[in-house]
């Protein structure tokens, strides 16, 4: 089936430096992919909306200056955090919809990336 | 009211039971929904996707949709401790949308 991979998956930073995670889709093209935070024990929030070739839109709430997304290609988005501080620590997912499906309209998950900032 | 609502629960049942887990929405938009199944550290996994109106029974899984209720199930049968989780019931609108989730059901499956 349709696989979603994200890396790294977990990753150790240190206050004030910047980390980029990779979501790739493996066997299918995705012209969009969605970027969602999770707290402990919480549900997805979607943080931005990335499109292959144009700017992403960010939810409300979101600083886009220090969420960087590039969808460059059409199965790869990059989430950069910049100047990373402790607060920024979470589970990080992406996802992507697999519109040549018969079903078309399945969204599909990365395995995630746990950031901590120390 | 938030647009998905769900009961995080969390919610423990012998092994063998049947569980039932449901989700209420208020947007009559929403077109396509989904059950994630997700562990914990990890990221969802897919389970069951319904569009409109309908059930969908896969292997131990039943998904229904009540668009008139605007209300979502999903039933596991012979529940295993493997089911143990967090079940997600997310749905979207048509186009290019993303997804709405509830608040995600913690379940336990004891044996």
């Known amino acids: 089936g349709a696989v979603v991979s994200q890396h790294p998956s977990r990753v150790i930073c240190k206050s004030g430096t910047s980390v980029k995670i990779e979501c790739r889709s493996l066997?299918?093209?995705?012209?969009?992919m969605f970027w969602y935070r999770q707290f402990p024990k919480k549900s997805l929030m979607l943080m931005a909306t990335?499109?292959?070739?144009?700017?992403?839109?960010?939810e409300q709430g979101v600083e886009k200056d220090k969420f960087l997304i590039n969808h460059a290609s059409l199965t790869l988005s990059t989430l950069t955090v910049t100047s990373a501080h402790p607060e920024d620590s979470s589970f990080y997912i992406c996802?992507?919809?697999?519109?040549?499906?018969?079903?078309?309209?399945?969204?599909?998950f990365g395995e995630g990336s746990w950031l901590t900032v120390v | 009211q938030k647009e998905v609502e769900q009961d995080p629960g969390p919610l423990s049942v012998p092994e063998g039971a049947i569980v039932s887990l449901n989700c209420t929405y208020s947007?009559?938009?929403?077109?396509?929904f989904m059950w994630y199944r997700q562990y914990s550290r990890k990221g969802p996994e897919l389970l069951m996707y319904?569009?409109?109106?309908g059930n969908k029974e896969d292997g131990r899984f039943t998904a229904q949709v009540d668009k008139s209720s605007k209300y979502i199930s999903l039933f596991i049968r012979d529940s295993q401790p493997s089911d143990s989780a967090t079940y997600l019931c997310?749905?979207?609108?048509?186009?290019?949308?993303?997804?709405?989730f509830g608040k995600g059901t913690r379940l336990s499956v004891i044996a």
């Open positions: 997310a749905m979207r609108r048509t186009g290019n949308t993303p997804l709405v």
């Open positions: 990335s499109n292959e070739g144009s700017k992403a839109t960010y």
């Open positions: 996802s992507a919809r697999d519109q040549a499906r018969a079903s078309g309209n399945t969204i599909y």
């Open positions: 947007n009559s938009a929403f077109q396509y």
């Open positions: 066997d299918f093209q995705a012209t969009t």
């Open positions: 319904t569009y409109s109106s």
